[in-house]
C-alpha cells in the first residue's frame, strides 16, 4: 500500500483520520469540496495541500476513506469501489448484504478482500468492543442499550455550538433552536439523533440493531435501543442490560475477559470512584467498560455494565484505520 | 392546619418548597443551621426570618417539612412526629414497613393519617407518575430503567459548579476534582449517584428499586436500574423498558391514558421534534412522557419510552406539598 484518500478531510471523523495516519509513508491526498481545496491543513505532524474531490486522483489510491455524506457515499462509492478499496463511513451501504460491516477486532477475519467496506455507526461500533467477547463466552440473548451520545457525532460545528452555548448559558426558556441539533443541548438532553423511523424509533436506534445484528452474525438477535444525545464533547457512553444463555458464574471472570479482550480498557474500581466517563475516555483508542454487575432480573444470566468509547476514534476514524490494516495491497 | 416548618429552608429542595407555597395564608417558619439563622429569605412573594432548628418551634406546627440530611431526619424525625405530621424528604424512613412513602397520586388513597410520612427518592417519584397509570392498565411484569439525572439532585452548591466549570471549560484534561460530584460533571456524565452497595449496583439505584415496589404495592416487582448523572441544571430524565402482563392493543391507546393521568403532561409527536426533555420540563409540574413505541423485543408485551421531570418540583417539593394536602389537620 502505497498512496490512501480521506475524502471529507476537514470534518470530524476526516481530521481525526488524519491525526491517527501521523508521520507515515503512505502518501495521503486530502480530498475535501471545492470551498476548502487549496488551503493548507496542519494535522499529524504533516501539512496537506487540500485537493478538490475527483474520481481520477481516488482512482490512483489503494484505499479511499469516506469521511462524507450517505448521499456523496451513494453517489460516488461503487464507481471508486472499481479501482480503490473504499472505506465508507456512512450508512449508505451498511446494510446491503454483500458489503462487508466491519469491527476488525469482533469480525475482522470474515473479510475476504471486497472493495467496498462499510466502517460502522459509533454507538454500534463502540457496544461492540465489548458485546463481541461477551456474546462469545455466553450467548447473547437479548441486550437493551440506551446511550448517552455526545455531540461530536454531528460534526465539528456541532461541538462548537454546544461550547459556546454552554458558555453564554443564562436559563432555560423558549427552544432558542439549533444549527446542528434538533434543539439546543447545552444542560439539555434530546432523545433524538437522526431522524424517526415508521415504527418511531430513531433511524440512530435502529442502525444499533441492524449493526449489532450484523457484525455479531445473529441476524434475530433480541435488541431494543433509546439513543440519546446529551452535552458532552467527543466520547459516547451507553448503558448496557443484557441477558445471556449461558450463566455467568463470576464478575471475575467477566472482568477478566473484558480486561484481555482488544480495544476494551478495564474501568471497574466503583468504590475508588473508578468507571467508565467521557471524561476519561476522550482521546482514548480503547473502549472503557465498567460497573459490571448482575442484572437484578436475570440474576447469573444477566450483566448490567456502562462503557464509554471516544466517539471520533472508536467509533469512526480509528475503526475505519484497522479496517485499512486488514487490507491487502 | 394553620401552622407549618420547613427545615432546610435554604437548600434547593426547601426553596422550592417555599416557592411553592407562594402567598398562602398558613404560617409558615423557616428554619436552618444557626449559620443562616437570623437571615432574611426572600422567596415566594413573601419575606422569611431564617430561625435557627428547635424541636419546640416545630412542635407548635402542624406539619412539619424536612429537607435536610438523612442523618438530621433520623435523629429527630420520630421526636418531631410526636407533636406534628412529619414529611421527609430524606430517605431515613423511606424502608420502613410502618412509614408510608407517599406518591399522592398514584397511592395517596393508602395513608391512613400516620404521623410520619416518607417523601420518595427524585427518580422514583418521577417514574411512578407514568407507572403507576401504565400498572394498573396492563400488569407491569419489569422494568429497565436508565436515567439522566440532573445537578440539582446535589443540592444547589452543584448547581453552581456545573455553570461554572461549563463557562469556564477549556478540554478534557485529568480531573481537576468536584466539591459536589464524584468528578468534575462539566462535559462529562458519571455512572455515580450516592454511593456503592454490596451488590455493586448504587444506592440512589437501589432507592429506585425499593420505592418502586413499595408504592406500586409489589414487593417482589422485576426492577433494575442504572443511575448517571449528566450536565443538566434540575430536570432528570429517565429511559423506560417495560414489559407488561397484558397485551397493548395499540400506541393511541397509551397516549390517551397517559395524557389523561394527573401530573403527565403528554409530549409526544416526535415528527415535530416533540418529546420530553429537560429544557422544556424544568420548572414545570407535570412529568413530560413521550418516545410513546412498542419494544423491539417484548412486542405487544413492552413499551419504551422516555420521560423528564422537575428534579426539584414533581421529584422532591411538589410531591411533598402534595403530601400536605391528604393531611387532615
Not at 98 to 115: F, H, T
Not at 284 to 308: P, T
Request: include cysteine.
Amino acid at each position: 500500500m502505497k498512496r490512501i484518500a480521506v475524502v471529507g478531510c476537514t470534518g470530524a471523523v476526516g481530521l481525526t483520520m488524519l491525526e491517527l495516519l501521523g508521520p507515515t509513508e503512505l502518501e495521503v491526498l486530502c480530498m475535501a469540496s471545492p470551498r476548502s481545496a487549496g488551503k493548507l491543513l496542519q494535522v499529524g505532524g504533516r501539512d496537506y495541500l487540500i485537493e478538490p474531490f475527483s474520481v481520477e486522483a481516488c482512482a490512483t489510491c489503494d484505499v479511499v476513506f469516506l469521511c462524507v455524506s450517505g448521499e456523496f457515499a451513494l453517489k460516488y462509492g461503487e464507481q471508486l469501489a472499481q479501482s480503490s478499496v473504499v472505506i465508507d463511513n456512512s450508512s449508505a451501504f451498511r446494510y446491503h448484504p454483500d458489503v462487508p460491516l466491519l469491527v476488525p477486532p469482533i469480525n475482522g477475519k470474515s473479510y475476504k478482500g471486497e472493495y467496498l467496506i462499510a466502517n460502522p455507526n459509533c454507538s454500534s461500533a463502540i457496544a461492540l468492543m465489548v458485546l463481541g467477547p461477551l456474546h462469545q463466552a455466553f450467548g447473547l440473548e437479548s441486550a437493551i442499550i440506551s446511550t448517552y451520545q455526545a455531540a461530536s457525532g454531528a460534526g465539528q460545528p456541532a461541538m462548537l455550538e454546544l461550547r459556546e452555548r454552554a458558555r453564554g448559558f443564562e436559563d432555560y426558556g423558549l427552544d432558542n433552536g439549533s444549527e446542528n441539533f434538533a434543539h439546543n443541548l447545552a444542560f439539555n438532553v434530546i432523545p433524538q439523533v437522526d431522524r424517526f423511523e415508521d415504527n418511531l424509533y430513531t433511524r440512530e436506534e435502529m442502525k444499533v440493531v441492524w449493526e449489532l445484528r450484523k457484525v455479531l452474525g445473529e441476524p434475530r438477535l433480541a435488541i431494543s435501543t433509546t439513543a440519546v444525545r446529551v452535552p458532552t464533547l467527543r466520547s459516547h457512553a451507553e448503558s448496557l442490560t443484557l441477558k445471556f444463555k449461558q450463566p455467568i458464574h463470576s464478575l471475575e471472570g467477566v472482568r477478566r475477559l473484558l480486561a484481555e479482550a482488544p480495544g476494551v480498557e478495564l474501568v471497574d474500581d466503583p468504590a475508588a470512584g473508578r468507571y467508565p466517563m467521557p471524561m476519561t475516555s476522550t482521546y482514548k483508542h480503547a473502549v472503557e467498560v465498567g460497573r459490571i454487575r448482575f442484572n437484578l432480573i436475570y440474576g447469573q444470566y444477566g450483566l448490567d455494565l456502562f462503557i464509554s468509547g471516544d466517539q471520533l476514534l472508536r467509533g469512526a476514524a480509528l475503526n475505519a484505520f484497522e479496517i485499512m490494516q486488514l487490507v491487502k495491497r
